[in-house]
Structure formats: C-alpha cells, structure tokens
C-alpha cells in the first residue's frame, strides 16, 4: 500500500455492485463505456471482483475472474479507479489484490484486453509487468482493434 491513500478499503465486489459502478464508469472514463460491463459479471463473478471505498463511497473496482476454460488463466475485464483517487496507487492495489487471489486459485497466467488506441491502458499494463501483443484487428468484430496483455504470475 506504498503511497495508498488514507481511508480507502478493499473488499470483494456482491452482485448488487453493480448499480453502483455502472452509474459512474462513463463519468470516469470520460466516454460512454457502461456498455462493455454487462451485469451478468457481477451476477456470477463478483466472488473474484474486487471494491475499493473510502468513507463509503465508491473509490475504484476491478472485475475479473479465473477462466473456466483454461485452468491456468485468469482474466481481468475491467477496472477503474475514481478520477478524485488517482494517482495513489490504488489500481495497482487492485490488480495485485487480484493476482493474490488467481495465484492462491493456482493460476500462472493473468490476461487482459483494450482498444489498441488506448494509450493509458497500455502504458498502464505495461508498468503492471504484462506483456502487449501486436494489435488483432477484427478482435471484437469487424471494426474492432485491440491489444491482448499478458502477466505470468510468479
């Protein structure tokens, strides 16, 4: 919690925080983005999503999960962090809250995807110690450009 700012609590996401994040995803992303955060992954993967809060208020979240399908996997959808509490090492928190969590469920391999435009991500991953792969156009459809990030977990 190096530099983590005073006040701030972590605690695994319920499915009733949904409502919650999706109310301020778009304020926080500066963009309309609640459309890329369904419900149903807080309905069945919010025992692995992770809510970070200061006096009660909503200071950041990551959703993820251990990938069903690949047993050595697990996969971070999306995260953000309050534009009043950036800057103090909360996503980090959060991200190494999570690898905590995959490396205990014995994963050795942490993946993530963005737009390939999404300089902030990218750079962001990157200082996290993933690995970017080259931009798969296609990805998510026909116009769809994005990066896959890679960790090994140690």
Do not use: C, Q
Request: aromatic share 10%; hydrophobic share 40%; no cysteine.
């Amino acid at each position: 919690m190096n530099g983590m700012e005073p006040g701030i609590s972590l605690r695994a996401a319920t499915a009733a925080d949904y409502d919650r994040i999706v109310a301020v995803v778009d304020d926080w992303w500066g963009r309309p983005v609640r459309h890329t955060l369904p419900r149903l992954f807080l309905d069945h993967f919010h025992d692995t999503s992770l809510v970070a809060e200061r006096d009660g208020e909503l200071a950041g979240f990551l959703v993820g999960f251990m990938s069903p399908s690949n047993p050595d996997d697990a996969y971070i959808h999306f995260a953000g962090v309050s534009p009043r509490a950036r800057g103090n090492g909360l996503a980090r928190l959060l991200y190494e809250t999570f690898f905590d969590r995959a490396r205990t469920e014995g994963r050795r391999v942490v993946r993530a995807v963005t737009a390939a435009h999404n300089s902030v991500s990218i750079a962001f991953h990157t200082a996290m110690g993933f690995t970017v792969a080259d931009p798969i156009p296609g990805y998510d459809g026909p116009s769809d450009v994005k990066v896959v990030f890679r960790r090994e977990l140690t």
